[in-house]
């Protein structure tokens, strides 16, 4: 049974900073493509960031410079380190892995990350 649990959301200022994390089970992880999106109330699910099996990155425009998405192969978890949040990072953010050549696509259940003063 394939688990992703998302960990790190809470309440942070607007400035502030926060470190989401997704730790995997049941999936092999290292041919996993991890990803973070968000959806916020009344908007479609986007895609907040992404990193490949070889480690590459991308970003959405709106967090690049601000996010970074980092993994680490031996714990089977995916990071989010969120910097200079602004209110409109607010959202629930998922985490989902893509395993590279098939059609298994997998994602958690949520984090809540609200940003406000």
């Known amino acids: 049974q394939v688990q992703l649990v998302e960990s790190g959301g809470g309440l942070v200022q607007p400035g502030g900073s926060l470190r989401l994390s997704c730790a995997t089970s049941?999936?092999?992880?290292?041919?996993?493509?991890m990803g973070w999106y968000r959806q916020a109330p009344g908007k479609q699910r986007e895609l907040v960031a992404r990193?490949?099996?070889?480690?590459?990155?991308n970003y959405a425009d709106s967090v690049k410079g601000r996010f970074t998405i980092s993994r680490d192969n031996a714990k089977n978890t995916v990071y989010l380190q969120m910097n200079s949040l602004k209110p409109e990072d607010t959202a629930v953010y998922y985490c989902?892995?893509?395993?590279?050549?098939?059609?298994?696509?997998?994602w958690g259940q949520g984090t809540q990350v609200t940003v406000s003063s």
């Open positions: 989902n892995a893509a395993v590279v050549g098939s059609d298994a696509d997998y």
């Open positions: 049941g999936v092999i992880f290292s041919i996993c493509t």
């Open positions: 990193i490949t099996t070889g480690g590459r990155t």
